[in-house]
């Protein structure tokens, strides 16, 4: 049995997208919905349609990919439209969370404002997007703790509902511990997603000695099979720190396996992007199938069994 019941739903699987990959429009959003996925996630938005970072911006590589996409989308009204017709109580038998990166604090309060007041909103899980490393001259909120905070402090405000955050990879235990302490002082913080991109990774070519992707010179997000022990660890370190929240694991899924040690870290749901990113979304059905043949070659009969059962030797 793959189910997992969490945060107030229950998901057929532990699989879903990573914010940004196959989910910015409808066509995509529905793709999801109708692969083998327990859940989804529409891209990160922000007020406004945005184009992006000029291309090339986005690289797969033979063991990940790079990006500096620069947050292009749709504007918040696409993705709330797109909730309207399609979340629980809609079309949609699976709950969708909806990831919002504001350009600045105040448009991330706006926007979960809106959010709240939505007529499917209670239908919807709102994740707070704190990592952002692709906007030039806007720093990741996720590093800078009173920064985490004042943002926190404004969405709370506004957002009545239990809501979750995207958080950046953390390399140092007190910076675990910062971020830690500054999650827990609020409790409707219900839900960490770990990680996003390792950021600001820089990839060459050296057939023609240049960079892979144009924007910032070349610098961008790191995902994929470079990132999987940060993942976990990053899964690992909120789960023992924050026993309150429910842990969603991001961060080099290719396959069963992976997903089978993002459960084992903490995780209760399980993200995939650049995988999902390479493969489309029958990536979903292979991924599902090899984690349920994992888990009964280990002996649990549920994969909420396996949630958090790491032993430490
Ligand atoms: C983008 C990248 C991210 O890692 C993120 O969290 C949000 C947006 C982007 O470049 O579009």
Redesign the pocket.
Known sequence: DLSVSVLGHTFANPLMNA??VCCSTTEELDSLLASASGTLITK?CTAQQRD?NPAPRFKPLPLGSI??????NEGYEYYAEYVSHRAKGGAAAKPIFFSI?GMTMQDSADMAAKLAAHPQGANVLLEL?L????VPGKPQIGYDMQDMRRYLEAVTAVYPRPFGV?LPPYFDMAHFDQAAEVLNAFPSVAFLTCI??VGNGLVIDDTCDTVAIKPKNGFG?IGGEYVLPTALANVNAFRTRCPEKVIIGCGGVLCGRDAYQHLLAGASLVQVGTQLWKEGPDAFRRIRDELQAHLARKGYGADRDAIGKLKVI
């Open positions: 914010a940004g990160s992006g990006n500096s996409m620069g947050l292009p990166s997007n990592s952002c490393p692709n995207k996003n991109s997000g």
